[in-house]
Structures are given as structure tokens and as C-alpha cells.
């Protein structure tokens, strides 16, 4: 991509007018008037207050009520445990950022805003993965015997978290490495330089192979069977077999088009960038897409409470400070 690169940084712009300097050192307001960074600081600022209220509450409504307790509903708290995670980590430093107008904690705010949102991003994913299989399992029961429980799903929220760790530490330890980008006041990987001592061409075939394509393979093929097996007479339940909810199913599939539609847009234009090395694009292009995915933290409470019955009697429970009936008189709930 044609811009002004230096020590750390690569600003989409050329230096033609001299005006450049570094998003470590000096505000950008030259890429944009002030008024638009404190556009972005506020926006961050409301996604904030919203994302971390909306999470915070779903971690309590499922921990609160014991009908909610499922080992399914181990993946969807962890899912908001990542949010959370990209709210306090990421968010933060975004916002100060903005605010600012550059990075002024220098490389240091810079990786804490890229690692946790990475990080947050791919443990979404791949809880995904684990979601898609388990309906996979549960619906199409290719073992007659099996049913998900506690055991797998904590099994799935450790998988997903060496995952992301795998995805999000690699470009503080010199493989690849974080870097402003768009206006300057968010952070992403290297996509703008071919920086052959960062060996950043094999990161950039890492993440899109390992960290991108194969999860949404993976899970392509685990809902196109979920579809397929669909049988009319799935719902009846067996002694060995687990209750069918096609409820479940919808929202999983809600889930990961929401996903796809926060992410791949950031994605697609890293990837395109990263391919044409000549294109001009103007610094709002990747902020745009970039605070898109940023968004994403508000979808997984709204697409609950909308597509999970159980969920929202629970949480309009716990609004009306009622107590949990099912905690009091202490009686098991079968899992949804
Ligand atoms: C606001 C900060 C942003 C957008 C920080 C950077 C995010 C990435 C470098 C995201 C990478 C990716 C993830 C986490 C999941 C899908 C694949 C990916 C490479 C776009
Ligand atoms: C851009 O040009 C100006 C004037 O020549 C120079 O002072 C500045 O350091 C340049 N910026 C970068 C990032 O190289």
C-alpha cells in the first residue's frame, strides 16, 4: 500500500505535503480534523459503557439461574467473558487514543489495543467452532451414545483460548507486529509492509490458513450436515441421546452470521491490502472497518435475549429482583 512508513508505523498517506509524523509522537489531526477523532473517542465510549453492561448482565443472569447452567452455556458465558475481556483491555486504550488523536503510550498502547482485540476475536471464533461441532454431534448424533457435557465444553473454552494465544502473541514476540492503522488511533497486524526480517508474509499465510479459513471450514461443513440431518422426528429424545432444541440451533447459526458479517469485511480489506501493495486507500477505510469489528461485542447479548427463551424469562427475572425458583426449592433441571 503506497504511504509513509517509518520506525513502527506506516501512515497511508505520503509525505509529499511533509505534514506526516509519527502516530507515536504527534496527533494525526492532519489525516482528519480533531472533531473526528473525538467522533470515534465518543463512539468508544457509549460501545463501552453499552458492551460492558449488556455482558455483564448475561454472565450474571447465567450464573444467577441454575436452569441455565448447561455445558452449552459454558461456551456462551465464555463468550462474554471475551467481550468483557476487549471491552476493559481493548477499548480502553482505544479510547485514549482517540482522544488523543495518536498512540501516546506509544508502541506499549498499541499492542495492549491489537493483543486483546485479537485475542477476544479469536476466542469468539473458535467457541464458534466448538458450538458448530457440538450441534453437529447433538443433532446429526453420528455416536449414537454421545452427549455434550461439562467435561467437553470446558475442554472447548481451554482449546479456543491456546488458540487465540497462539493467534495473538506471535507479533509481540517478532513474528509479524502491531501496528496503527487508518487514522491512526487503533491497531492492527502488519498489513502494510512486506517487512522481510518480521517474516510477515508467513504470519499474514498463518493467520488467514490456520486462524481464519480453517475455523470457518470447519464450521461450513459441521452446520451444512447440522441442515442436512435435520430429520423431522430429531426432536424426540432417547435415554442416551440429547433434546434436540431447534431454538439452540437458529441462534448458533445467528451467532456465526453475525460474525461473519462484523469480521470479514476487516479481513477481507487486510488481506486485499496485503496483496496490493500499490493500492491507495484513504486513512478512514480501515478505521471504518476496524471499529466495525469493534461492534461485534454488542451482538452476542442481543442475539440471546432475542433467540433463547430460557435466557430472557431468566433475565427478565432477575430484573424484577425475583429470586430463582428452581436455586430455592434446590429440584434438578434437565439441560436445555
Ligand atoms: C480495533 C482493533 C482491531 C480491529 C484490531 C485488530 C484486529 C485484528 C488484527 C484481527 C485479526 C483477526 C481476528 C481476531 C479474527 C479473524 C481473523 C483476523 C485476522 C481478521
Ligand atoms: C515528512 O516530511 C517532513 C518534512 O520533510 C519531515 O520533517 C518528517 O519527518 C517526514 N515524516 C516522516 C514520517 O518521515
Known amino acids: ?13 505520503s509525505n509529499e505535503t511533509g505534514l506526516v509524523r509519527s502516530p507515536f509522537e504527534y496527533p494525526q489531526f492532519y489525516l482528519a480534523d480533531p472533531w473526528v477523532y473525538y467522533l470515534l473517542a465518543g463512539y468508544i465510549f457509549l460501545l463501552m459503557l453499552a458492551s460492558f ?5 448475561t454472565i450474571h443472569v447465567t450464573i444467577e439461574h441454575q436452569k441455565l447452567r448447561t455445558p452449552l452455556n459454558y461456551l456462551l458465558l465464555n463468550l462474554s467473558m471475551a467481550n468483557i475481556f476487549m471491552v476493559v483491555g ?11 488523536g495518536y498512540f501516546a503510550y506509544g508502541h506499549a498502547g498499541c499492542n495492549t489495543e491489537a493483543l486483546f482485540h485479537v485475542l477476544s476475536g479469536q476466542i469468539t471464533l473458535w467457541s464458534l467452532v466448538v458450538l458448530s461441532m457440538e450441534r453437529f454431534m447433538v443433532v446429526c448424533k453420528p455416536l449414537k451414545k454421545f452427549r455434550f457435557r461439562r467435561m467437553h465444553a470446558c ?34 497486524v502488519d498489513y502494510y509492509t512486506m517487512n522481510v526480517e518480521l517474516n510477515n508474509e508467513s504470519y499474514m499465510i498463518y493467520l488467514s490458513v490456520i486462524q481464519f479459513a480453517v475455523p470457518l471450514v470447519i464450521i461450513f461443513f459441521c452446520y451444512a450436515l ?18 434436540v432444541d431447534p431454538e439452540v440451533t437458529r441462534m448458533v447459526f445467528a451467532m456465526i452470521v453475525a460474525y461473519v458479517v462484523f469480521w470479514l469485511p476487516y479481513r477481507g480489506m487486510g488481506w486485499y491490502i496485503f496483496t496490493h501493495p500499490e493500492v491507495t486507500l484513504s486513512p478512514y477505510t480501515m478505521t471504518i ?20 427463551k430460557s435466557y430472557r424469562e431468566c433475565l427478565f427475572r432477575t430484573l424484577q429482583g425475583e429470586e430463582d425458583e428452581k436455586t430455592k426449592t434446590g429440584s434438578s433441571v434437565s439441560p436445555q
Open 289 to 308: 472497518l476496524s471499529f466495525l469489528t469493534k461492534t461485534s461485542t454488542l451482538c452476542n447479548p442481543v442475539i440471546y435475549l432475542r433467540m433463547n
Open 53 to 57: 453492561i449488556l455482558n455483564a448482565l
Open 226 to 243: 447440522v441442515f442436512i440431518c435435520k430429520a423431522p422426528d430429531a426432536t424426540e429424545e432417547s435415554e442416551t441421546t440429547q433434546k
Open 155 to 188: 475442554f472447548g473454552v481451554g482449546v479456543a483460548w491456546m488458540l487465540a494465544y497462539a493467534c495473538a502473541l506471535p507479533p509481540l514476540m517478532e513474528w509479524s507486529r502491531y501496528i496503527p492503522e487508518g487514522l491512526q488511533c487503533s491497531c492492527g
Open 1 to 13: 500500500m503506497s504511504g509513509t512508513e517509518g520506525p513502527g508505523f506506516f501512515v497511508p498517506i
Open 90 to 100: 481493548g477499548y480502553s486504550s482505544t479510547f485514549y487514543a482517540a482522544i488523543k
